[in-house]
């Protein structure tokens, strides 16, 4: 309760009444709208934001006026750390949909129900010919009934963290009314660093949809070409799909973590990306 006084002021706290009375202020601004007295607090001080509350009154403060606003003072300072975590966890999703909206592919975010939860502007394209997927009230369906069946059985599995899906996750062909090749490439965001992206959108799996052309190189392949990548760099590329964190791709490659992350320094100054995560997009908007 201390510590609650210690951040409560009242006009007498910084000024003396004798003394507030006898200035501009309080004879310009103050008496004229019939304040007698006022007590605040600030409730939040940060860098670039800052909140209080100031209750001017009509009758001199007293301590029973001091014991309730204290008492109310942890309850406002909860209502803006929530708030706070709106904010962010807005900003986060709005990053992710500028990120999707830029990626070639038709990109889907689903619930273990196929419920569509996100479409970047090529989904939404995609559902509106109707010719590989479509949409079955919010609910994304594969045109061709052995494809729909597979991916329903796949955003299941997700949910439930089957390992059957994989990490890289698992790649269903569809095929078009004119015979032409596709595959609906379904990663799980139920664990790792895609949990986040999930938990944003309530949803369990991402769909990737691009048309696949004869002979077409592999994501991967075609960033190592873009980019001209070393044989180690496409390995170790490679493994940032697989494993979470430096010292997980060391293990999986049998490397030391002072190769790997030279490996990465020379990944990222190729590709100018800064993160992991960034690599990854990269492959999937090829």
């Given at each position: 309760?201390m510590r609650?006084q210690?951040?409560?002021?009242?006009?007498e706290?910084i000024?003396?009444?004798?003394?507030?009375?006898?200035?501009?202020?309080y004879?310009?601004?103050?008496?004229?709208?019939?304040?007698?007295?006022a007590?605040?607090?600030?409730?939040?001080?940060?860098?670039?934001?800052?909140?209080?509350?100031?209750?001017?009154?009509?009758?001199?403060?007293?301590?029973?006026?001091?014991?309730?606003l204290?008492?109310?003072?942890?309850h406002?300072?909860r209502a803006?750390a929530i708030g706070?975590l709106?904010?962010q966890?807005?900003?986060?999703e709005?990053?992710l949909?500028e990120?999707l909206d830029h990626?070639?592919?038709a990109?889907?975010?689903?619930?273990?129900?196929?419920g569509?939860?996100?479409?970047?502007?090529?989904?939404?394209k995609?559902?509106?010919q109707?010719?590989?997927?479509?949409?079955?009230?919010n609910?994304?369906?594969a045109?061709a009934?052995?494809?729909?069946?597979?991916?329903?059985?796949?955003?299941v599995s997700?949910e439930?963290g089957?390992?059957?899906v994989?990490?890289?996750?698992?790649?269903v062909?569809?095929?078009d009314?004119?015979?032409e090749?596709w595959?609906?490439?379904?990663?799980?965001?139920t664990?790792?660093?895609?949990?986040?992206?999930?938990?944003n959108?309530?949803?369990?799996?991402?769909?990737f949809?691009?048309?696949?052309?004869?002979?077409?190189?592999?994501?991967?392949?075609?960033?190592?070409?873009?980019?001209?990548?070393?044989?180690?760099?496409?390995?170790?590329?490679?493994?940032?799909?697989?494993?979470?964190?430096?010292?997980?791709?060391?293990?999986?490659?049998?490397?030391?973590?002072?190769?790997v992350?030279?490996?990465?320094?020379?990944l990222f100054?190729?590709?100018?990306?800064?993160?992991q995560?960034?690599?990854?997009?990269?492959?999937a908007?090829i």
């Open positions: 309760m609650q210690n951040v409560l002021k009242s006009d706290d000024m003396p009444a004798s003394e507030l009375v006898k200035t501009r202020f004879k310009e601004w103050v008496k004229p709208q019939g304040i007698v007295s007590l605040a607090v600030n409730l939040e001080k940060g860098v670039t934001r800052t909140s209080l509350i100031n209750i001017r009154t009509a009758v001199p403060i007293n301590q029973q006026m001091r014991r309730r204290g008492i109310l003072v942890p406002l300072q803006i706070r709106f904010d966890n807005n900003a986060t709005k990053a949909t990120t990626v070639e592919a990109v889907f975010l689903v619930d273990a129900n196929a569509i939860t996100f479409a970047n502007d090529t989904a939404k995609m559902l509106g109707g010719t590989l997927v479509r949409k079955e009230g609910a994304l369906r045109v009934p052995d494809a729909n069946h597979t991916l329903l059985s796949i955003f997700a439930k089957d390992g059957s994989g990490v890289r996750g698992v790649a062909p569809l095929t009314m004119s015979g090749q595959f609906a490439h379904v990663l799980p965001l664990s790792g660093r895609r949990q986040q992206a999930g938990n959108y309530a949803a369990v799996a991402a769909v949809i691009r048309k696949i052309a004869p002979n077409a190189l592999s994501p991967l392949e075609g960033v190592a070409k873009l980019y001209k990548l070393t044989a180690s760099e496409v390995r170790v590329f490679d493994a940032v799909l697989k494993a979470n964190g430096i010292k997980a791709i060391a293990e999986l490659l049998g490397l030391s973590q002072a190769t992350k030279t490996h990465l320094q020379s100054r190729k590709t100018n990306t800064s993160r995560s960034g690599l990854i997009k990269l492959v908007g």
